[in-house]
């Protein structure tokens, strides 16, 4: 099974919106293995946005994950992290599809509620990153043969 890495951003924590956010990824079948409500350090920060560092809105980036407190999580799937940017929706809350997480909770670029790997390579960096392995959770729902073929 493919895995992803996915952060619900200080945004999403302030607006309460952590439980709603993790329903989406639950009802669409797909099983949360790892989960953590946590402060990012800045070094963290400088490490998980390292491919945007020489762009002008790095700083940002790193000032607004450590802003406040963030939901860092890894769930798994078949297709999951294609999947996972679909419930996501675009990077413009304005632009993304009524029906996805941004689309229906966001009105601002710079408050776009969640961070999403973009990539399966993009995913094993950021899940390595972010999660030490004995922090994962290798299980299976019972429901995975109502969800799977």
């Keep these: 099974m493919e895995r992803t890495f996915l952060a619900i951003k200080p945004d999403g924590v302030q607006r309460k919106l952590i439980g709603d956010i993790i329903k989406r990824f639950e009802t669409k079948g797909f099983t949360l293995v790892g989960l953590k409500f946590m402060s990012v350090s800045r070094e963290l920060a400088e490490q998980h946005y390292d491919v ?45 599809e009524p029906g996805t997480i941004r689309g229906d909770f966001g009105v601002s670029i710079g408050r776009n509620l969640i961070h999403g790997s ?32």
Aim: proline content about 5%; charged content about 20%; aromatic content about 12%.
């Design 118 to 149: 973009d990539a399966i390579e993009t995913a094993q960096r950021e899940i390595a990153l972010w999660f030490k392995d004995e922090e994962l959770v290798n299980w299976q729902p019972t429901l995975t043969a109502w969800t799977y073929e």
């Design 52 to 96: 945007h560092k020489e762009r002008p809105f790095f700083s940002g980036l790193v000032e607004f994950i450590t802003s406040g407190p963030i939901i860092a999580m890894v769930w798994e799937g078949d297709g999951v992290v294609a999947a996972a940017r679909k419930v996501i929706g675009a990077t413009n809350p304005l632009t993304a």
